[in-house]
């Protein structure tokens, strides 16, 4: 068929391209350690930066959570699946974030994708000729919301503040949206988030911020990016996520309660689908009472000093260590080729390495991407160290 012909013609073209993605089917919880075929493999390439994935206290509460509310919700939230343990979860949600918010509410998403579709879309459905400002290097979520949405999308370069300010200057917009990654997924480095509030203020703007690897991570107290910077102001729509840090799934919003009812009545990503099972939003609860705690800060210290420890120990010449004081430590290599041999000899000694290409970043810019975990020991992290150093010179 030629359908089918055509399609095997790009597929053959990205093989060409050393672009071809693969899966491998993990047959273990997620966590620091793995097995995959029947090997062993330390996996530095999960989001499960604080290792509470396969936490016992969240797989005994979503056990409870299972026994309490069944397992789906049945329909979508504005029909009848919204249950109790969703509407306790957004209350809690609003204690971890409140803070930084004026007239906070919060609401939750099946995930993050979907989270960032609505606040965009949602935000804009009144007005089509919204401006929307999305930094380069933001998450393709963010991307495929500001296209949905039918407004008009200027992408200003990263971390730019000059080039902004210049964008927000030149606007008529009644509404405008500045859309930013708060710790950048495959850079690993935080966005100038103060600079862009005050911007934000000045010129009537929201700053919607993605903390989809802060939330849970930063700030004393693992609430996010807004603790980390301590913001607080009324211009901020705050999408954290679950499946990362909180070790769960799905995502929230928090901002201005005429903002959440906003996404309530307008967002289709929250509207057209069915609820998260309740149980999951009931171990949530579980997951945020040990972020919050001793256990989370305890994880937060670790996560920090295995994160000192990389920088300590990488001796690069070719390769670059990108700068990131986050749980995200990219390798910047270049070749897509090159890069894909570092992951397969990393892999082979057992140490698993996420390896990010274009489209995911920049032409040029391949890299390994090393995730580290509170879950990892640093005997682990030194062995990834001895690793990498050893490879770079071969
Ligand atoms: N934003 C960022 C910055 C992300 O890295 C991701 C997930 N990789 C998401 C949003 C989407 O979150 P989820 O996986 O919950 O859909």
Redo the contacts with the bound molecule.
């Keep these: 068929m030629e359908m089918l012909n055509q399609l095997k013609q790009q597929l053959q073209a990205l093989a060409e391209q050393d672009l071809i993605r693969t899966r491998r089917t993990v047959d273990t919880p997620c966590g620091p350690r793995v097995s995959v075929d029947g090997r062993e493999l330390l996996a530095f390439c999960t989001?499960d930066y604080l290792g509470l994935a396969n936490h016992r206290s969240i797989k005994l509460a979503l056990q409870e959570g299972a026994a309490m509310y069944g397992v789906g919700s049945g329909a979508s939230h504005l029909i009848s699946g919204h249950g109790r343990a969703h509407a306790m979860l957004e209350e809690r949600l609003v204690e971890f974030v409140g803070a930084h918010l004026v007239s906070p509410r919060a609401l939750t998403f099946c995930?993050?994708?979907?989270a960032?579709l609505a606040i965009i879309t949602g935000l804009t459905a009144a007005d089509r000729d919204a401006d929307i400002f999305s930094e380069s290097l933001n998450?393709a979520?963010?991307i495929d919301g500001a296209r949905l949405s039918r407004a008009n999308v200027k992408v200003y370069p990263h971390a730019d503040l000059e080039a902004l300010a210049q964008l927000l200057a030149a606007s008529n917009a009644a509404t405008k949206l500045v859309v930013t990654?708060s710790v950048f997924?495959m850079d690993g480095d935080l966005a100038p988030l103060p600079q862009l509030l005050a911007l934000c203020e000045q010129y009537g703007a929201w700053l919607v911020v993605?903390d989809?690897?802060g939330f849970g991570t930063l700030g004393d107290n693992g609430h996010g990016a807004l603790e980390h910077f301590k913001l607080r102001s009324p211009n901020l729509v705050y999408m954290g996520?679950l499946?990362k840090a909180a070790g769960v799934s799905?995502?929230f919003v928090a901002a201005h309660e005429t903002v959440i009812e906003t996404l309530i009545q307008k967002a289709r990503p929250y509207i057209f689908t069915t609820a998260t099972p309740p149980a999951l939003a009931h171990a949530l609860l579980t997951s945020l009472e040990l972020l919050e705690g001793d256990e989370g800060r305890n994880r937060r210290a670790q996560l920090q000093a295995l994160v000192a420890q990389l920088d300590d120990g990488l001796r690069l010449k070719r390769w670059r260590r990108m700068p990131s004081m986050t749980a995200i430590q990219p390798i910047l290599i270049g070749d897509n080729a090159e890069t894909m041999r570092a992951g397969a000899a990393l892999y082979e000694q057992g140490l698993w390495v996420g390896t990010i290409r274009p489209p995911t970043v920049a032409p040029g810019t391949s890299r390994l991407r090393v995730t580290l975990s509170a879950g990892h020991s640093s005997m682990e992290v030194a062995k990834l160290i001895a690793a990498i150093n050893a490879l770079e010179r071969t």
Excluded at 111 to 114: D, K, W
Aim: net charge negative.
């Design positions: 989001n995930t993050g994708y979907m960032n998450h979520s963010l990654d997924s993605d989809a690897h996520t499946g799905g995502a």
